[in-house]
């Protein structure tokens, strides 16, 4: 990765970083685009550049935490089933993942009740139809 590529990318970090602090320690209504940039230290022009609107970060926000939840749990299903050294069925595979969720969930009440608050069927179907991150 080049340095344009970095530099690219930890603006994007910061901006979801930043945004997730504030969505979930005041709420997206109470946070303007403008506290978001400020608080990440980008210009908020740089902001539209990744986003059109504080529901697109939101929106992008909730698809990398569930991506991460789910890619979690398959990390260790994976390292699970080595250990185990015996193949699981396809039932067993999908408790696994399920509860794996759920505990994480049960760990993490901030990302839990970010999600819970923010999720719609609007954003599957977003991400159905767009291009998204390509870790999400």
Do not use: C
């Amino acid at each position: 990765m080049g340095k344009l590529e970095a530099n690219k990318q930890q603006k994007l970090t910061s901006l979801l970083n930043t945004a997730f602090n504030l969505f979930t320690t005041q709420g997206v209504t109470k946070t303007s685009i403008a506290e978001i940039s400020q608080k990440a230290g980008i210009a908020k022009g740089t902001f539209y550049l990744y986003f059109k609107d504080k529901y697109d970060i939101r929106n992008r926000l909730i698809s990398h935490e569930s991506s991460k939840l789910f890619k979690n749990a398959v990390a260790d299903l994976e390292e699970f089933s080595i250990e185990k050294d015996e193949p699981l069925g396809f039932e067993e595979k999908i408790i696994f993942i399920i509860n794996h969720i759920v505990d994480e969930l049960n760990s993490n009440q901030t990302l839990l009740t970010f999600i819970s608050k923010n999720l719609s069927w609007g954003i599957f179907k977003e991400a159905l139809t767009t291009k998204v991150a390509s870790d999400d």
